[in-house]
């Protein structure tokens, strides 16, 4: 079993950056495919990105590719999301999720979950 702790969210305004942090504990975290997705108010929950268990693979909707970028630490248990050209449509609840499937980005396929946090873009 693994314990998801994201942070970094905030308010920016509308071109800036910020880098949202999922801290793992519990074993083997280097084991787990690793996900973040989000929720914006009144929305379902939607992928962002995902990475494999190396680092290796990413993968990234549509309309933050360019823009964000998800990488990891195995050795600090920690993945990570840098999002630059922030826009007031990528406001929403950030959560970090893990999985030991492969190549899923499907949230119900996630089998931990963090509590989300919450990044505000200003016009």
């Known amino acids: 079993q693994v314990q998801l702790v994201e942070s970094g969210g905030g308010l920016v305004q509308a071109g800036g950056s910020l880098r949202l942090s999922c801290a793992a504990s519990?074993?083997?975290?280097?084991?787990?495919?690793m996900g973040w997705f989000r929720q914006a108010p009144g929305k379902e929950r939607e992928f962002v990105a995902t990475?494999?268990?190396?680092?290796?693979?990413?993968r990234y909707v549509g309309s933050v590719k360019g823009r964000f970028t998800i990488f990891r630490n195995n050795a600090k248990n920690t993945v990570y999301l840098q999002m630059n050209s922030l826009n007031p449509e990528d406001t929403a609840v950030y959560y970090c999720?893990?999985?030991?499937?492969?190549?899923?980005?499907?949230?119900?396929?996630?089998?931990?979950w963090g509590q989300g946090t919450l990044v505000t873009v200003s016009e």
């Open positions: 999720a893990a999985t030991l499937g492969r190549g899923v980005i499907t949230a119900s396929q996630f089998e931990y």
């Open positions: 519990g074993r083997t975290f280097s084991s787990y495919e």
């Open positions: 990475i494999t268990w190396n680092g290796v693979t990413t």
